[in-house]
Each structure stands twice: as structure tokens, then as C-alpha cells.
């Protein structure tokens, strides 16, 4: 179609619309628009479709009628624990190491599976301060970043010391090395003690 023809098609087409019929609509159009604005910032005004939004269900922080203060969060009765959560009943004193130590045995039966798992979990939580050999010659050590040296996991004295008390030094931190409490599962920490006295205090 040539140009001058589009635009005669074009004029004709708009042309059905007579002038009153325009304003007509362009009035409706205005209606709606303004008619749509909220009146009030709280009110979400008509729903079209909601879906699921409003649940029945009260929200974790809303107000209740009947629980106590008035509010859905409660706190968990005294003495209970999260699923899953195994209180440690050692605290981060020299005795408690000690006798964590006489006390707490790895669980599991050494295999290359759960060495391999150790091994992951050390190179996350352990490597960067006690190196990859357990040297105790970690990056953030040598780079200066962290100003105590991390004890040999793999000479002198802890050789002597059983594998209880890793776990728990691991657990409840010792002088400058924080607790891995919740960093570290208790499933983990074992892997780690595992893979420390099967891999790294074997290699020469
Ligand atoms: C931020 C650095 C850092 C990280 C991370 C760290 N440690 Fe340590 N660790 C230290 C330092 C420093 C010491 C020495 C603390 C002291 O004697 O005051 C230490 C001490 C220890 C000891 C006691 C050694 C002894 O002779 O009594 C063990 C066992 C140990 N770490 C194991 C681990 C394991 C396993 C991990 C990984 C889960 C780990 N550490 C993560 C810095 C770290």
C-alpha cells in the first residue's frame, strides 16, 4: 500500500468517531482514571484477583484474642529444645575439655566416605587458620591477618590427646579460637576429628 494511501485509510478510520463520541470518551476515560486513585494509603481498595493472599491463618507477629499478651509468637515452654538440637552439657573451661575429653567418643567407624566429608568440612571451617597440613600455618595466619599462631594439630602434645577433646575445642573454642558451636553440626565436627587424625596426622 503507498503511503498517501495508508494515510487516507488511516483518516478514514478515525473519522467513524464523531467529534461528541470522542469527548464522550475521553470524559468516561478520565472517570475511570480518577475514580481508580485510593482514597486511603492503608486501603488496598478492590482485590481483582487475590488468590491466596488473605489467608485464614493469623500472621507470626499479628495480635490473637485469646493467647496470652495478645500476640501469635509464644516462647517455647522452659526446658524444651529445637528439633534436632543435642544439648552440650561441657562449658569452654579446662576442666570441661578434659573430662569431654574422657567423656565424648566419635560415633562413627572411620571410612574413606565420612574421611572425604572431614576433609571437606576442614578445608571450610579449619584450613584458613590451621593450615592445609594442620601445621597450624594457615593464610590468615602467614598473611598476617590473624596476629595468634594456630596451634600444630599434627605434632607434640595434642597427639596425646584424645579425639574428645578436639571435638570439644572445636565445639566451645579455645584461648583465641572462637567456638564452632553453630557453625559446625556435631556430625561434621566428628568428620573433621576423623579426617585430622586419619589423614593429616598420618601423612609425613
Ligand atoms: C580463626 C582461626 C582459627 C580457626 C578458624 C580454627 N582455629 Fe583452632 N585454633 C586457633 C588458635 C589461634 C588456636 C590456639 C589457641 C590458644 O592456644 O590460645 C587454636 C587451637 C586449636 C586446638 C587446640 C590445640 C591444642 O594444642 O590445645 C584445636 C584442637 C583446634 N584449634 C582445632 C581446630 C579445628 C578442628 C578447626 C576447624 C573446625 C579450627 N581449630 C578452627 C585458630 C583457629
Same mark, same amino acid.
Given at each position: 500500500?503507498?503511503?498517501?494511501?495508508?494515510?487516507?485509510?488511516?483518516?478514514?478510520?478515525?473519522?467513524? @468517531?464523531?467529534?461528541?463520541?470522542? @469527548?464522550?470518551?475521553?470524559?468516561?476515560?478520565?472517570?475511570? @482514571?480518577?475514580?481508580? !486513585?485510593?482514597?486511603?494509603?492503608?486501603?488496598?481498595?478492590?482485590?481483582?484477583?487475590?488468590?491466596? +493472599?488473605?489467608?485464614?491463618?493469623?500472621?507470626?507477629?499479628?495480635?490473637?484474642?485469646?493467647?496470652?499478651?495478645?500476640?501469635?509468637?509464644?516462647?517455647?515452654?522452659?526446658?524444651?529444645?529445637?528439633?534436632?538440637?543435642?544439648?552440650?552439657?561441657?562449658?569452654?573451661? +579446662?576442666?570441661?575439655?578434659?573430662?569431654?575429653?574422657?567423656?565424648?567418643?566419635?560415633? +562413627?567407624?572411620?571410612?574413606?566416605?565420612?574421611?572425604?566429608?572431614?576433609?571437606?568440612?576442614?578445608?571450610?571451617? !579449619?584450613?584458613? !587458620?590451621?593450615?592445609?597440613?594442620?601445621?597450624?600455618?594457615?593464610?590468615?595466619?602467614?598473611?598476617?591477618?590473624?596476629?595468634?599462631?594456630?596451634?600444630?594439630?599434627?605434632?607434640?602434645?595434642?597427639?596425646?590427646?584424645?579425639?574428645?577433646?578436639?571435638?570439644?575445642?572445636?565445639?566451645?573454642?579455645?584461648?583465641?579460637?572462637?567456638?564452632?558451636?553453630?557453625?559446625?553440626?556435631?556430625?561434621?565436627?566428628?568428620?573433621?576429628?576423623?579426617?585430622?587424625?586419619?589423614?593429616?596426622?598420618?601423612?609425613?
Amino acid at each position: 500500500m503507498k503511503n498517501f494511501e495508508l494515510k487516507k485509510y488511516m483518516n478514514m478510520k478515525s473519522s467513524h @468517531i464523531t467529534l461528541k463520541g470522542r @469527548i464522550t470518551l475521553l470524559l468516561m476515560l478520565t472517570v475511570l @482514571i480518577v475514580s481508580s !486513585c485510593d482514597r486511603s494509603r492503608m486501603d488496598r481498595g478492590y482485590d481483582y484477583f487475590p488468590d491466596m +493472599f488473605n489467608s485464614a491463618a493469623y500472621k507470626t507477629y499479628s495480635e490473637h484474642p485469646v493467647l496470652p499478651d495478645g500476640q501469635i509468637m509464644q516462647e517455647a515452654p522452659e526446658g524444651t529444645i529445637p528439633i534436632g538440637f543435642v544439648p552440650y552439657p561441657y562449658d569452654n573451661s +579446662f576442666e570441661s575439655r578434659e573430662l569431654a575429653g574422657k567423656e565424648l567418643t566419635n560415633p +562413627f567407624e572411620v571410612n574413606n566416605e565420612l574421611i572425604a566429608e572431614g576433609k571437606a568440612k576442614y578445608e571450610i571451617f !579449619c584450613m584458613h !587458620c590451621h593450615g592445609v597440613d594442620g601445621k597450624g600455618d594457615g593464610i590468615l595466619y602467614t598473611s598476617g591477618k590473624f596476629l595468634v599462631k594456630p596451634a600444630t594439630l599434627v605434632e607434640g602434645d595434642i597427639l596425646e590427646k584424645p579425639s574428645g577433646e578436639i571435638f570439644h575445642v572445636i565445639t566451645k573454642g579455645w584461648g583465641t579460637m572462637a567456638a564452632h558451636e553453630v557453625l559446625v553440626k556435631p556430625e561434621d565436627r566428628w568428620k573433621i576429628v576423623m579426617y585430622i587424625e586419619e589423614v593429616l596426622r598420618k601423612q609425613k
